[in-house]
């Protein structure tokens, strides 16, 4: 089973790797630098800046440095917000597909603004615990131990369009769902600032959903391998708008994709984003997933 909490690469150490630029119609964030580019008052540190890629949609790169010791490496962040973008899940056998597909090719298939892992799977790729698409369970049962859902677009109007749910305190029927998209996984920080995790030690790459506190989507990706406790208590910490939020992937199939069009020589400068080149996704190996959720512009029609 790959579980975000079991999963230990062997022979990864805590080292910072530098990445040269590479142009391509893909940028992966997978790679590590020492850079760090804040914006809005969501993180603490003074070192951060939000790069705009849209309306409602912004990354950056954060080293989190003395605050969390040396047990977690730079994080890369998405900031979406959901009234601007939508989430959609995608499933290989619902798409009619023989075989899972990298998440390279997931969006050559789904043009997704940015793509993500939908969650822990089996080695028969067999998912772990309940996903929707458009209102619709892909097969799946709720995992009994497991509290966090991500869910998006909403059935009922007025509703918050994403949402990080923790199933302990908050509601969810799946026999009649309010959330036309959900995929669960493990919680990692309550909104009371408890980690949810085993103290385990254990380490690996981890892909993180969360939600702040102005109703904005976080995605998280380590740049290196890091124990799930020590990555909650870097972000109670470091990020203290953010509200709650889920592990919701790690170990080799950890992967987090933002396209490249349309940021290449943005501006009347023309400069390159400060982070580009920092980002390379030639060196890593993405195994195939057979879930994954894409954002889209939400004036973009479903795929």
Partial sequence: MRSCADIVEPGMTGSR????????????????????VIADGLLS???????RLADGLAVTVWEPGPRCGDEVPL????????????????????????DPLTIQDWQRRTRARVLFNAGLFQDDYSYL????????????????????????EPVAPG??????????????????????????????????GKPRVRQTGKRAHQTVVGED????????????????????????????????????????????????DGLVNRGSSGDQLPWHALVDGSGMRHIPLP???GVMPRDRAPQ
């Fill in 17 to 36: 790797r530098r990445a040269r630029l590479r142009w391509g119609v893909l940028w992966i964030v997978s790679v590590t630098a020492g850079f760090g």
């Fill in 75 to 98: 994080l890369y962040l998405v900031q979406v917000d959901p009234e601007r973008f939508r989430f959609s899940t995608y499933h290989f056998r619902d798409e009619g597909l023989p």
């Fill in 45 to 51: 540190a003074q070192d951060v800046v939000w790069d």
């Fill in 291 to 293: 879930s994954v959720i």
């Fill in 213 to 260: 506190r102005k109703g904005n989507i976080l995605l998280i990706k380590t740049a290196d391998v890091v124990a799930l406790w020590d990555l909650a208590e870097c972000l109670r910490k470091g990020i203290p708008a953010i509200h709650q939020a889920m592990a919701m992937d790690g170990g080799p199939s950890s992967d987090l994709l933002l396209e490249a």
């Fill in 129 to 152: 615990g309940l996903l929707l698409k458009g209102g619709q369970s892909l097969g799946t049962k709720r995992h009994p131990r497991w509290h966090g859902l991500f869910v998006a």
């Fill in 159 to 192: 509703v918050r369009k994403a949402r990080v749910l923790d199933l302990v305190m908050d509601s969810f029927a799946d026999d009649n769902p309010p959330y036309r998209e959900a995929a669960q996984s493990l919680m990692l920080l309550d909104r009371t």
